[in-house]
């Protein structure tokens, strides 16, 4: 099989944190210039955007000089340009830096922000905002959060590197550790592990489980009750797409602040940080494998429904 050959580096520089976006001019198609390809391609970007900014010279070839507009189409040639960042509403909370070195980055991320741009999610992002904060433009996430919850990332300073940190999570080398708040059911019996098969469709918000073979796992156990709430500690063996809130949404107990189990309420708007998700990634841990460090780091972060239950219990 023969071995693909990696993009050269990006001619333009990170803009807010934010890495170029790169397009790769596809092998076949009827196009006769790099323009005509994009137009095409960026139908999203609005009439006229793709053309205005041949016009300024925004999008550069791989010697970082302007593509001109009337450039032949090239197939697999690269193009590289920096897209207008949608509006965002700032995340009002800092990322926390829980332990930094040569190699990796562990850093705190609150409820609300992304782990990486994505979508309308591009500067108010927690890498973003860490290549700004540390100067460290290599940087990179070895592995992502939900947006909705807060809690431990780890991220990579090396690009050589990343592969054997992402390796890590892929062959589940890493202990990860969850709290979350939800009601308290006394009748619910735990400690137990749940386990299903979790379905997560494309352009649909929330996951469902189906039958067939098992692909999520969680270890489910009561740390605490107070006030008819619950605070439970989990144990993920499987890392599904929102398995945590599924699992214990499929146990009665959904998790306070969840805009999508048990069921959608529709997008939290934009700027409103009053009722967030009460679901923190409270512990990551794993051998090093560049170092060989057994490495045991802890969230300093609370969920606020626990902390202050008389505000919170009865709204679930």
Do not use: C
Not at 75 to 96: D, L
Not at 161 to 179: M, P
């Amino acid at each position: 099989m023969r071995r693909r050959t990696p993009p050269p580096p990006a001619p333009l520089p990170q803009r807010d944190g934010v890495d170029p976006v790169r397009v790769r001019l596809p092998h076949g198609g009827a196009w006769a210039t790099v323009r005509e390809h994009l137009v095409q391609r960026l139908t999203g970007a609005g009439p006229g955007v793709v053309a205005s900014m041949f016009d300024a010279g925004l999008i550069v070839g791989a010697d970082g000089r302007a593509v001109t507009p009337d450039a032949p189409y090239e197939p697999g040639m690269y193009v590289w340009f920096h897209r207008e960042p949608p509006a965002e509403v700032p995340v009002p909370f800092p990322v926390e830096v829980v332990h930094r070195d040569a190699h990796i980055v562990v850093a705190d991320k609150p409820h609300f922000l992304a782990t990486t741009p994505r979508g309308t999610h591009v500067t108010q992002t927690a890498l973003a905002r860490l290549r700004r904060e540390l100067g460290i433009p290599t940087l990179t996430a070895a592995h992502r959060l939900d947006r909705l919850t807060a809690g431990l990332v780890l991220f990579t300073v090396r690009p050589e590197e990343r592969g054997a940190y992402q390796t890590l999570f892929r062959d589940r080398r890493v202990r990860k550790e969850y709290e979350a708040v939800a009601s308290y059911d006394p009748s619910l019996a735990l400690p137990r592990t749940v386990r299903s098969r979790i379905l997560k469709e494309r352009g649909v918000q929330a996951a469902r489980e189906v039958e067939g073979e098992p692909n999520a796992e969680t270890y489910v156990e009561l740390a605490g009750h107070r006030g008819g709430l619950g605070r439970y500690r989990l144990v993920p063996a499987t890392g599904q797409t929102h398995q945590l809130r599924v699992h214990l949404n499929t146990l009665g107990v959904p998790i306070l602040g969840d805009p999508l189990y048990p069921e959608v309420t529709g997008p939290v708007p934009a700027g409103d940080f009053r009722r967030p998700l009460q679901l923190l990634a409270r512990r990551l841990e794993f051998t090093d494998p560049v170092t060989g460090v057994e490495h045991a780091f802890a969230s300093g972060r609370v969920l606020g429904a626990w902390e202050s239950y008389d505000g919170w219990a009865g709204r679930g």
